[in-house]
Nanobody
Framework: QVQLVESGGGSVQAGGSLRLSCAARGFTISDGCMRWFRQAPEKEREGVARLSRWGDTAYADSVKGRFTISRDNAKNTLLLQMNNLKPEDTARYYC??????????????WGQGTQVTVSS
């Protein structure tokens, strides 16, 4: 069973940085595809970044050039480096695992999320 535990969220001022981590158990993240999502109050969940088993990355337009997704294979941990944070980045951030790289959200394993709050 895949288990994901996010950490690293917090409160920062605009322009600041945070690094989110997602520790995985029951699954080797480099064998599958991983994603970061976020959801702000009263807004739909949106994909932020994804990392394929082959190392390909993709980002939402709103975070391109500011966020970087990567993985630490030794620690079996997914990372999200967030720089130049903006108030509109405020949301709960979720890590998701897609072991077969199917792209079907209903088959993803999810973490519990970590809150990011950016003040102006």
């Amino acid at each position: 069973q895949v288990q994901l535990v996010e950490s690293g969220g917090g409160s920062v001022q605009a322009g600041g940085s945070l690094r989110l981590s997602c520790a995985a158990r029951g699954f080797t993240i480099s064998d599958g595809c991983m994603r970061w999502f976020r959801q702000a109050p009263e807004k739909e969940r949106e994909g932020v970044a994804r990392l394929s088993r082959w190392g390909d990355t993709a980002y939402a337009d709103s975070v391109k050039g500011r966020f970087t997704i990567s993985r630490d294979n030794a620690k079996n941990t997914l990372l999200l480096q967030m720089n130049n944070l903006k108030p509109e980045d405020t949301a709960r951030y979720y890590c998701a695992a897609d072991p077969p790289c199917s792209g079907f959200l209903s088959q993803f394993a999810w973490g519990q999320g970590t809150q990011v709050t950016v003040s102006s």
